[in-house]
């Protein structure tokens, strides 16, 4: 049998209608809907209709049991953290006809199948929960656990808007990407045709252009703002769009920041000092990173809170101080921002970032890059200050082909200071492709 996936659509008719003539055209024997039908989107009723006219098996997103809650949208409402999340809600939840928040709602969380024999089980997350995410970079282990869940050789799942076909402890993971919204850079609509018999199953990966202008229009003509539009042209999660006019000022975020170390009893005078010339370098390799002033609040903040949990677990502080950011919601951060600065404190010492570890294997490549380039400065910064005295007054960058040279301003000897920098050069040495110098003026 011959199945198109389509999921995480969106209200994005002119996609949905792509993807659906192009399925046709393959010959499918069957469509599924792997859920999230609605949001973000100008057509959540027309792509409701539209899914539920021409799909034989379903289950509900995460965002379509959202808009069956009026709760969730009081408390959306009460926090107001993020207004086009919100306007999203309310615009979606004005727009559905009856009809078809009785159709979301009979929906099923998790649907079992069985096709040409084999067992197959739909899901929007995982299934373990209809918002647990599964991406590319999943550990494998993550993908064994969950495959211990279920008796199924292949599970179908969507959420996470990123196309990978992964196999874990004889079960294999399929997840068509973004229909409507893509998180992996290509606007373009995502879908795959699955072929189940009982030799083998194949999986063929599309992505379809479709009317992305006429979209947008019709997104600005209801009043959807710029940054929900550039997320859907760009193909990026809105959180990955934080860094334009209207997120939270970095003065504020860095008081915040302060705040949490002040109330975690961290050593104010160190943090400080390993931040300042975190700072120094980040600036003087400008022409090198090709960062923005957001990422560098990210490093500024990492700088700060990169200590944050040692009195509480000085050996594994590292990675405790990571849970504090994830978890200090006074934090004016989106949770993509703070898992960003939460895996700078992770490896400002210890191991390099490996995709097999927490968190950081389940970032975009593009995040990866940018805490893998803060990270690297991060760890030079704190190996500037290995006494916590503060010792080197000022810090000034040189590059030349192949060569990255730190200059030291300073009283006393500072040698402990110059081997521990080279010594924690090792990432951004990795980074950056350049032999890190380190040495007094």
Same mark, same amino acid.
């Given at each position: 049998?011959?199945?198109?996936?389509?999921?995480?659509?969106?209200?994005?008719?002119?996609?949905?209608?792509?993807?659906?003539? /192009?399925?046709?055209?393959?010959?499918?024997?069957?469509?599924?809907? $792997? *859920?999230?039908?609605?949001?973000?989107?100008?057509?959540?009723?027309?792509?409701?209709?539209?899914?539920?006219?021409?799909?034989?098996?379903?289950?509900?997103?995460?965002?379509? !049991?959202?808009?069956?809650?009026?709760?969730? $949208?009081?408390?959306?409402?009460?926090?107001?953290?993020?207004?086009?999340?919100?306007?999203?809600?309310?615009?979606?939840?004005?727009?559905?006809?009856?009809?078809?928040?009785?159709?979301?709602?009979?929906?099923?969380?998790?649907?079992?199948?069985?096709?040409?024999?084999?067992?197959?089980?739909? %899901?929007?997350?995982?299934?373990?929960?209809?918002?647990?995410?599964?991406?590319?970079?999943?550990?494998?282990?993550?993908?064994?656990?969950?495959?211990?869940?279920?008796?199924?050789?292949?599970?179908?799942?969507?959420?996470?808007? +990123?196309?990978?076909?992964?196999?874990?402890?004889?079960?294999?993971?399929?997840?068509?990407?973004?229909?409507?919204?893509?998180?992996?850079?290509?606007? #373009?609509?995502?879908?795959?045709?699955?072929?189940?018999?009982?030799? +083998?199953?194949?999986?063929?990966?599309?992505?379809?252009?479709?009317?992305?202008?006429?979209?947008?229009?019709?997104?600005?003509? #209801? *009043?959807?703002?710029? !940054?929900?539009?550039?997320?859907?042209?760009? =193909?990026?999660?809105?959180?990955?769009?934080?860094?334009?006019? *209207?997120?939270?000022?970095?003065?504020?975020?860095?008081?915040?920041? $302060?705040?949490?170390?002040?109330?975690?009893?961290?050593?104010?005078? /160190?943090?400080?000092?390993?931040?300042?010339?975190?700072?120094? +370098?980040?600036? =003087?390799?400008?022409?090198? /990173?090709?960062?923005?002033?957001?990422? !560098?609040?990210?490093?500024?903040? =990492?700088?700060?809170?990169?200590? &944050?949990?040692?009195?509480?677990?000085?050996?594994?502080?590292?990675?405790?101080?990571?849970?504090?950011?994830?978890?200090?919601?006074?934090?004016?951060?989106?949770?993509?921002?703070?898992?960003?600065?939460?895996?700078?404190?992770?490896? /400002? #010492?210890?191991?390099?970032?490996?995709?097999?570890?927490?968190?950081?294997?389940?970032?975009?490549?593009?995040?990866?890059?940018?805490?893998?380039?803060?990270?690297? +400065?991060?760890?030079?910064? @704190?190996?500037?200050?290995?006494?916590?005295?503060?010792?080197?007054?000022?810090?000034? &960058?040189? %590059?030349?082909?192949?060569?990255?040279?730190?200059?030291?301003?300073?009283?006393?000897? %500072?040698? @402990?200071?110059?081997?521990?920098?080279?010594?924690?050069?090792?990432?951004?040495?990795?980074?950056?492709?350049?032999?890190?110098?380190?040495?007094? #003026?």
């Amino acid at each position: 049998m011959k199945i198109a996936l389509i999921a995480d659509v969106h209200g994005n008719l002119p996609a949905l209608e792509a993807v659906l003539r /192009h399925a046709h055209d393959k010959g499918v024997d069957e469509c599924w809907n $792997l *859920g999230d039908m609605v949001g973000y989107g100008p057509f959540p009723d027309e792509c409701v209709a539209l899914l539920r006219q021409s799909c034989r098996q379903h289950v509900a997103g995460n965002y379509d !049991r959202k808009v069956l809650s009026k709760k969730k $949208l009081e408390k959306m409402r009460e926090r107001a953290k993020d207004r086009d999340k919100l306007f999203s809600l309310e615009w979606t939840m004005g727009h559905l006809s009856d009809s078809s928040l009785d159709f979301i709602r009979s929906l099923p969380s998790v649907q079992p199948v069985e096709s040409d024999g084999r067992r197959v089980l739909l %899901v929007h997350g995982s299934p373990e929960s209809d918002d647990d995410g599964l991406s590319p970079s999943t550990p494998a282990a993550r993908l064994e656990e969950l495959s211990r869940l279920t008796d199924a050789e292949l599970v179908l799942c969507g959420h996470t808007h +990123i196309f990978f076909d992964r196999l874990a402890a004889g079960v294999r993971f399929v997840n068509p990407g973004g229909t409507g919204r893509s998180f992996d850079g290509d606007a #373009r609509a995502s879908y795959c045709l699955v072929d189940i018999a009982k030799e +083998i199953v194949t999986v063929e990966h599309f992505r379809l252009d479709y009317d992305v202008d006429g979209l947008a229009q019709a997104m600005q003509d #209801r *009043g959807f703002s710029e !940054r929900l539009v550039r997320s859907l042209r760009e =193909g990026r999660g809105l959180d990955e769009v934080d860094d334009t006019a *209207g997120s939270t000022g970095a003065q504020e975020v860095v008081a915040r920041a $302060l705040e949490v170390g002040i109330r975690h009893k961290f050593d104010q005078g /160190h943090a400080l000092q390993v931040t300042a010339l975190a700072l120094k +370098i980040f600036d =003087g390799l400008n022409d090198e /990173h090709g960062l923005t002033s957001r990422e !560098r609040l990210y490093l500024q903040c =990492g700088g700060l809170l990169h200590d &944050v949990a040692f009195a509480q677990s000085p050996d594994k502080h590292h990675k405790a101080s990571r849970d504090v950011v994830l978890e200090a919601a006074e934090l004016p951060l989106s949770r993509r921002e703070r898992i960003v600065v939460g895996l700078l404190a992770r490896y /400002h #010492r210890g191991s390099l970032p490996e995709k097999s570890h927490r968190y950081y294997g389940s970032l975009s490549a593009r995040d990866r890059d940018i805490v893998d380039k803060l990270a690297g +400065i991060l760890r030079v910064a @704190d190996g500037l200050d290995r006494s916590h005295r503060a010792r080197v007054r000022d810090v000034s &960058v040189g %590059v030349k082909e192949g060569t990255i040279a730190l200059l030291l301003e300073a009283d006393d000897n %500072v040698s @402990d200071e110059e081997r521990s920098a080279l010594l924690k050069g090792d990432l951004l040495q990795k980074v950056f492709r350049k032999i890190l110098v380190v040495r007094k #003026r």
